[in-house]
């Protein structure tokens, strides 16, 4: 059997971009809240082990009230909750909330969120 690679490459590198812009464009209230609280947490995607027996946004919160202290906060700090090409969540997180979310089980790793720009070639056609 022969089968193209290419366009399923291709619409992986696609699917990951959109979930790396999907977490850089921030809700303004949670934005405002800690800029105003003072905090140099900055937008993280935390990459999750896929859960078994929990749904993923209730894991995701879980995980991060582990940190936080309490759902409230976890919900207030979640940005968005990843649940089909991967599984994860993006939140405003301090360095040190980093630290210690990165030793939680289930945690495969975390990265800070960026913006990448997708080059078209010659034509431009972006």
Avoid: W
Wanted: with cysteine; net charge negative; charged share 15%.
């Amino acid at each position: 059997m022969n089968i193209n690679i290419f366009p399923i490459l291709f619409c992986s590198i696609i699917a990951l971009c959109c979930l790396i812009q999907m977490a850089e464009s921030t809700d303004t209230t949670k934005s405002s809240s800690a800029a105003a609280a003072g905090t140099d947490a900055a937008v993280h995607i935390v990459y999750t082990e896929r859960p078994q027996d929990e749904q993923p946004e209730a894991y995701h919160i879980r995980t991060l009230s582990n940190v936080l202290g309490s759902e409230e906060a976890a919900k207030e700090a979640l940005i968005y909750s990843y649940k089909t090409a991967a599984s994860g969540f993006s939140a405003k997180l301090t360095p040190q909330q980093v630290a210690e979310i990165s030793k939680q089980p289930g945690v495969l790793q975390v990265v800070p969120s960026r913006t990448l720009q997708l080059h078209s070639g010659p034509g431009k056609l972006h």
